[in-house]
Each structure stands twice: as C-alpha cells, then as structure tokens.
C-alpha cells in the first residue's frame, strides 16, 4: 500500500508516495510466477474475478493484497499461499511492537 507524506500546506503542499517493501515484494512474486506459466495479466485477471488494472497495481506493490485475494490469485496461479512469502520461517519471533 502506498504510504503518502506531506510537506507543507495548502496548494503549496508535495506529496512523496512510498510503496511498502512487503507490498513491492508480493507483486513481484504474482507477476513472476504469472509469467512463469504463461498467463497475462488479462487472463490471471479473469480467472481471480478481479480487473486486470488491478493485478498491475499488484504486481507494482501500488495496492496492498487482502489475505483472501492473494489466496484467490495463489489458487488461480496454482501454487501455495505461502509461495508469496518463502522467507518467513514459522520459528522467528512474533513482532512485539506495531509497525512503523
């Protein structure tokens, strides 16, 4: 998901778009294992019963996947849920503090 921070006020005002590594990191392993199998975006599209506009933000780590999407589009790519996320090791401490 995109966190956004303001500087300044009014019409005077920027606004820095930063896109969540976890966020960045899912899309890249949709869109890999997508081209992996052959499948366009239209066609993984169709088949998760999402827009294909939206499987782009996916794969860009625009938009945050819900749990029950990722686990629609891990169905429609045939592979585990936890394809997405290969690194976590169900051993390592559960975070105490909330994130940043």
Excluded: W
Excluded at 9 to 26: E, K, M
Excluded at 45 to 62: D, L, N, T, V
Excluded at 73 to 90: G, K, N, S
């Amino acid at each position: 998901m995109e966190q956004q921070t303001v500087l300044g006020q009014g019409a005077q005002a920027i606004i820095s778009i930063h896109c969540h590594p976890v966020d960045l990191y899912v899309g890249q392993q949709i869109r890999r294992r997508r081209e992996a199998i052959g499948v366009s975006q239209q066609a993984l599209a169709r088949k998760a019963g999402i827009s294909f506009q939206q499987i782009q933000k996916y794969e860009r780590g625009k938009n945050r996947v819900s749990a029950s999407k990722l686990y629609v589009v891990a169905c429609a790519l045939r592979v585990p849920i936890t394809y997405f996320f290969p690194e976590i090791d169900e051993t390592d401490p559960i975070p105490t503090n909330g994130p940043d």
